[in-house]
């Protein structure tokens, strides 16, 4: 699923936003409940997935988008429907160390049919992503991640948000919807967890403004390049400088060779 806000509407205080990788995001996490916690529900399987081995939050790799407001209160219940323990790890998010997410050293591990609840102030906005604990093998690279983004107090003044996730695992070129004259925001993920993700932006020039989350003095990305290493994020603003019609590729270079992962295309 591919939402594309609108500058109005992102101004405005929207929510939404282009999602991009392997697969698209699908929809939020439960309603809150009366007690004010969402449930996530870690469980075997994966919607539109023949891999009988994939294991998703709400059966979606990756897992649903998590977007809040910096300054909000989080609170998810975390629910363990699958048959081995578990824990949730906030990545770059500031907590306490109880939520860290390392079973055996920050808490005790997440038992199978058993629930952990999280909850903590979201105090700095960013691109995060949340994840199953590195100590537990396998977890992670079945699909137990996925993004949470923490929107400034102010908006930021850009016409389109979209969110680029790299597990290690590349399927078809995405399409981006874009207009000249507007101003992307790109927030590149790197979910794998021991390979480095160079992307490289054709006929447009890149400004990184956040890394890991926090702001950082922008600069331009030498010839487009952008390249991250495992568990990082970097944000980009990038401008539609092209004519209607035009089509421009993010290339992802796979040790040396490059590949199709994403492509603006002007309207």
Not at 80 to 99: F, K, Y
Not at 212 to 228: N, R
Request: hydrophobic letters at 40%; charged letters at 20%; proline letters at 6%.
């Amino acid at each position: 699923m591919i939402v594309t806000p609108s500058r109005r509407s992102f101004l405005a205080g929207a929510a939404a936003c282009v999602t991009l990788g392997r697969p698209a995001f699908g929809q939020m996490v439960s309603n809150a409940g009366a007690d004010g916690f969402r449930v996530l529900r870690a469980k075997p399987g994966a919607q539109g997935s023949s891999d009988s081995t994939a294991w998703g939050y709400e059966g979606l790799v990756p897992g649903p988008q998590l977007r809040v407001r910096q300054g909000d209160e989080v609170k998810i219940r975390l629910a363990n429907e699958l048959p081995v323990a578990t824990a949730i790890h906030w990545h770059g998010i500031r907590t306490s160390n109880a939520l860290d997410g390392v079973p055996g050293l920050t808490q005790p591990a997440v038992a199978a049919n058993g629930t952990f609840e999280c909850r903590f102030t979201a105090a700095d906005a960013g691109t995060y992503w949340y994840h199953a604990p590195s100590t537990t093998p396998g977890q992670i690279e079945r699909g137990l991640y996925g993004v949470l983004i923490v929107d400034e107090k102010a908006p930021v003044e850009v016409d389109r948000d979209v969110v680029l996730v790299f597990d290690g695992k590349q399927g078809p070129a995405e399409s981006i919807a874009t207009t000249k004259n507007e101003r992307l925001r790109i927030r590149l993920v790197n979910t794998s967890q021991a390979r480095l993700m160079s992307f490289r932006f054709d006929r447009h020039a890149v400004r990184v403004m956040a890394i890991d989350g926090q702001p950082a003095e922008p600069f331009l990305a030498h010839e487009g390049h952008v390249t991250l290493s495992p568990g990082n994020r970097i944000d980009v603003f990038v401008d539609a400088t092209l004519a209607p019609g035009a089509t421009a590729s993010i290339f992802l270079d796979d040790a040396g060779r490059e590949t199709e992962f994403a492509r603006l295309v002007y309207d």
